[in-house]
């Protein structure tokens, strides 16, 4: 079997589950940077202190290597990981292959740099959409085009593994051959998914009761942290267009501007809008179940939006912002959702009475996105990391 390692800052619930994958297909090590993320953290972004309930470090190998920052939370700092063991994994583990994460992070930079010269051959996996990149400043992208194109994209990374089309298109733009990347969509565990949604299907009235949730409402689901990047007051404003036509409206999260958004509920005297709270990843299969069409209405840093895609697994309707990478792969307009420009109220509103515009349009569109999401699985990326990587052997 070939032998990789996967880089990665700390252990994350979303990215687990592609490793546990992969290492049954190649012989995988995965080192992390940072402890940050296992036991019980202070997440910023929930804005309260939260213990994921899945394992991250069950199904593969991992490692650990100490960084001089200690625990520091890892949010993108150059100086967040500082490891210097981690000369000591370049100079004497015999994987050839070592997978980065990203670029954030001096020790990421120190991979890049030596890795090289001591025989490793560099995969970089980054999650940058093109759209987004493209509103960067002129002077930020001549800055980026020497940086990535000419040096890192150029001479240090012998491939890249790209998880949508925009990202792809952002290697395209920075000078990367198609040759040289792999398509590793970005996924969730479909078949986790899938198998709560079959399973709470026979059940959804009982699901709505004990959420305390009346059946005769059609569900808005929203996921994720109410922070400024989500954009959850986008929603909300919508939402007081919709809330005498019998929609109700979930917010499953929480965050910074919780306060905010139960101001504007309490002004305007809006009715049936539930703000949940931090749900963890073991309970949030009863909020999709019970769902009528899934909203994100996120603006810049929202590279993906993996939220999406568990939506889809539970045969929702779509409704995303276009600055989200994932509008690009998994929206088909007017078949399974459909998108709008960030911050179009008015658009907004009419994609979500488009919907329910017609007898079974809902149900058909849900189906359909169901069909879409199968293409981008964790199985795929393991296909087309395995295949790669045995050609070199």
Known sequence: MSKIIYLNSHPIQYLSPLLKQLSNAVQLRVGYLSKAGLGTIKDKGFGEVITWDEPLLEGYASFFIPNLRGSTPMDNGFLDAINPGVFKVLLSSPEKIIVLNGWSYLTNWLVFIFGPILGKEIWLRAESPLNQELRKSKKVLFVKKILL????????????????????????????????????????????????????????????????????LKIILFSGKY???????DLLHAFENLAS??????????????SEMESYVSSRKLKNVWLTGF??????????????????????????????????????????????????????????????????????????????DEHKKCERMGNRSFEIVQGFSIEKSVTNISKTVNKLN
């Open 149 to 216: 194109k000419h040096f890192l994209f150029k001479f240090l990374v012998k491939r890249f593994l790209y998880i949508g089309s925009q990202n792809k298109a952002f290697y395209n733009y920075y000078g990367v051959d198609d040759n040289r990347l792999i398509f590793t969509p970005y996924a969730v565990d479909n078949e986790k998914f899938r198998a709560k949604y079959n399973s709470n299907l026979p059940v959804l009235k009982d699901l709505r009761a004990s959420l305390k949730i009346p059946t005769n």
């Open 227 to 233: 922070i400024t990047k989500k954009r959850p007051l």
């Open 245 to 258: 036509e019998g929609y109700g409206l979930i917010f499953l999260g929480d965050g910074m501007l919780r």
């Open 279 to 356: 749900v963890n990843q073991s309970q949030i299969d009863k909020y999709y179940s019970i769902a009528d069409v899934f909203v994100m209405t996120s603006g810049v840093g929202e590279t993906w939006g993996l939220s999406v895609n568990e939506a889809m697994n539970f045969s929702l309707p779509v409704i995303v912002s276009t600055t989200c990478g994932s509008s690009f792969d998994l929206v088909e307009e007017g078949e399974n959702g459909y998108t709008y420009t960030e911050g179009d109220i008015e658009a907004l509103t009419k994609a979500i009475r488009y919907v329910f």
